[in-house]
């Protein structure tokens, strides 16, 4: 993994060689992205950074972040310094070599010549991930112009406007270069976003035995994480083992999935005898591959309609139903004391009911008697409409307001923070139909028409204040999401939370890894019999984006503990590392596997493997049937025709993806 990292040191005054990559942000995707390219993929990097902006500092309004960063160092080093005295990772291990060639440089917007002293006309891609969409479209339209044969990689939180640029993008593209090939036209443009791409995995940390899902031509990889087998148990290795846990994820004293772990830390894509040889730790498994349907809306938490009891209250169907049962009372005595049949009887007393019946003089005593008590029924019966009416008004007037959560409500997830990345969670969250209470200070929120709009119990007000996270049933939910922008906020509230419930599953976003581990570490001291998991955006999502700066479709990317496992599309051609090999021996231990190929003949191949194949569902069409093919006999040889999904390590894609020195600026 990629631990903490030291400011970039800025290089002026060396301009830039061709076939280099840019990185244009604002905030630590920006920073991570570059060090990514650089420190794994071996690449000439540019990083274009606003002025006075110190790119160790994302977005944090609170300056106490570093002081609480270190704050939680020394009290991790202080519980770890006796079993981690000398216990430093040897020379395998993840350093920060190299990272002194990435060039800085310093511009308040991506201008012409901001973008052309950067060396845009000369790169072979450029990476734009500011947090503003609209700066993005902007410099992405002016670099297309500058380089039309530039690859573009967008950070994008709009889907549609996302799709809608790089078809854009792409066709200038095609009009600047005739007869590019296919492969090179999808790949010069690729839109990302970092919330949808971190989403899946942060909503998978608050839920038990939940199933990392990666979409490939309409179907689902479903990678699940399970636990160690019991003394005498055989685990199921389901299609295969993606990754072996760590052993210290329990130890309080361990770091979760990082490579301090020693030779206990979580293993990527072992190979059989690793994983025999692994006994009591967890894995990673691909469980299912399953078809997916067609994107459908995130479903809403209590039905369509308003139903009866979100209408009236609950003391106003009581009476209701009191008032009710004394007129079922009172036919049943008419009936008893008169002659009349069932149907003349309800209706005198309805009659009677409303005060539209004639007096019943010169009748039985008993019938006289029933129209009295009929009346005073009758009496309750104004002021219970009146009040159904108000009620029903009130109902209709707060339709558009939030939703308060409801009395009985357990169970749930409660998410902090509607943001960029929280909206996406709550999505992911409600594709699950995981009930969820959201958490918000500003009603005005990106996320809160969504969670109006969903139904979803809300509660506006400040998380660290006394009595907000009660009002989200804190006590009775089932796991906490901390995923505001602010660590010591998310911080406050996870501490809270534990001190409310101890046991309460609990995962924390965090920017920089340093600070997330020393928080893990801290948590999993005082709270061993809970789960703890602190996530960074940045680390999740930057592997995604280095990717498709390399011109390579990644299909998903799976979080392990703290480690990153990539999926990917690949023509075998080029790759000598599986050309001509067998599926066997292209395998190669903590670093990649062939999962499936695509049998599909290259002309008819679908250039978006992570696009769902578009059918009717309510008609009588079925799906096209895929053609990537799951079931693989290790003795098949790759062919250089041949398309495969693979499962990689950072490194190990980055080995197999590497470009040849001797190239242009463009492949």
Not at 275 to 294: C, H, K, Q, Y
Not at 396 to 415: D, E, F, Y
Not at 642 to 652: F, L
Not at 657 to 666: D, F, I
Request: glycine fraction near 8%; hydrophobic fraction near 45%; charge should be neutral.
């Amino acid at each position: 993994m990629l631990g903490f990292v030291p400011p970039l040191p800025q290089q002026p005054g060396r301009p830039p060689s061709a076939g280099h990559m840019i990185v244009c942000g604002d905030d630590a995707l920006a920073r991570r992205l570059a060090v990514e390219l650089r420190y794994v993929y071996g690449e000439r990097v540019t990083l274009l950074l606003p002025p006075g902006r110190d790119a160790n500092s994302p977005e944090a309004p609170l300056t106490q972040r570093g002081r609480a960063a270190a704050l939680f160092g020394r009290m991790s080093a202080a519980m770890n310094r006796a079993g981690n005295a000398g216990g430093t990772t040897g020379g395998s291990g993840d350093t920060n070599a190299g990272v002194e060639a990435v060039r800085i440089m310093e511009a308040p917007e991506p201008s012409d010549d901001v973008l052309e002293e950067a060396g845009v006309d000369r790169a072979a891609a450029l990476a734009l991930v500011y947090d503003d969409d609209e700066r993005n479209i902007r410099a992405a339209l002016t670099a297309r112009r500058l380089n039309p044969r530039l690859r573009l990689v967008i950070r994008l939180y709009n889907r549609k406007l996302g799709q809608h640029l790089e078809e854009l993008l792409d066709q200038a593209a095609a009009v600047a270069m005739p007869g590019i090939a296919p492969a090179l036209l999808d790949a010069s443009t690729t839109v990302l976003s970092d919330a949808d791409t971190a989403a899946p995995a942060l909503a998978a940390t608050a839920l038990t035995g939940s199933s990392k899902i990666i979409q490939a031509e309409g179907l689902l990889l479903r990678a699940a994480e399970r636990p160690p087998p019991r003394p005498g148990e055989t685990a199921d290795p389901g299609l295969c083992t993606l990754a072996l846990l760590s052993s210290t994820t329990n130890d309080p004293a361990g770091a979760e999935g990082s490579d301090s772990s020693g030779d206990e830390a979580p293993q990527l894509l072992p190979d059989e005898s690793a994983v025999a040889a692994a006994t009591g730790r967890g894995t990673v498994v691909l469980e299912a591959i399953s078809r997916a349907d067609p994107d459908r809306p995130a479903t809403r938490m209590g039905g369509r309609g308003a139903p009866l009891a979100q209408v009236f209250s609950r003391r106003l169907r009581w009476s209701a139903l009191g008032v009710a049962a004394a007129a079922l009372a009172l036919v049943i005595a008419s009936l008893l004391t008169t002659e009349d049949t069932a149907i003349h009887s309800t209706y005198l007393t309805l009659l009677d009911l409303l005060g539209m019946n004639d007096p019943a003089e010169g009748a039985p005593a008993a019938r006289q008697i029933i129209q009295l008590l009929s009346g005073i029924a009758g009496l309750l019966l104004l002021p219970l409409l009146l009040a159904a009416v108000l009620e029903a008004f009130g109902t209709l007037r707060t339709a558009s307001s939030l939703r308060r959560p409801p009395r009985g409500l357990s169970g749930h997830v409660v998410l902090l923070g509607l943001g960029k990345i929280g909206t996406r969670v709550l999505v992911r969250l409600r594709e699950l139909d995981i009930p969820v209470v959201v958490v918000e200070e500003d009603p005005d929120a990106r996320g809160i028409p969504l969670a109006r709009s969903m139904h979803v119990p809300t509660v506006i007000g400040d998380v660290t204040q006394e009595g907000v996270l009660e009002a989200a049933k804190i006590r009775r939910a089932r796991a906490l999401l901390a995923l505001t922008s602010i660590d010591t906020t998310n911080l406050e509230a996870a501490l809270y939370a534990r001190s409310v419930k101890p046991d309460l599953r609990v995962a924390l976003r965090l920017y920089d890894d340093e600070f997330a581990t020393a928080v893990y570490r801290t948590l999993r001291t005082a709270h061993p019999g809970a789960l703890t998991r602190s996530r960074s955006v940045s680390h999740l999502a930057a592997p995604a984006f280095a990717g498709a700066m390399m011109g390579r479709q990644i299909l998903g990317a799976v979080p392990v503990e703290r480690k990153v496992m990539l999926f990917a599309a690949l023509e075998v051609a080029g790759h000598p590392q599986l050309e001509g090999h067998t599926v066997e021996q292209a395998f190669r231990a903590g670093a990649w596997r062939v999962l499936a190929i695509d049998a599909t003949p290259p002309a008819d191949r679908t250039p978006d493997l992570a696009a769902i194949p578009p059918y009717n569902p309510d008609g009588d069409a079925v799906p096209p049937p895929s053609g990537l093919v799951w079931d693989l006999h290790p003795g098949y040889v790759l062919r250089a025709t041949d398309r495969v999904v693979i499962a990689a390590t950072r490194r190990g894609l980055a080995e197999l993806l590497r470009r040849q020195r001797s190239l242009g600026p463009r492949q």
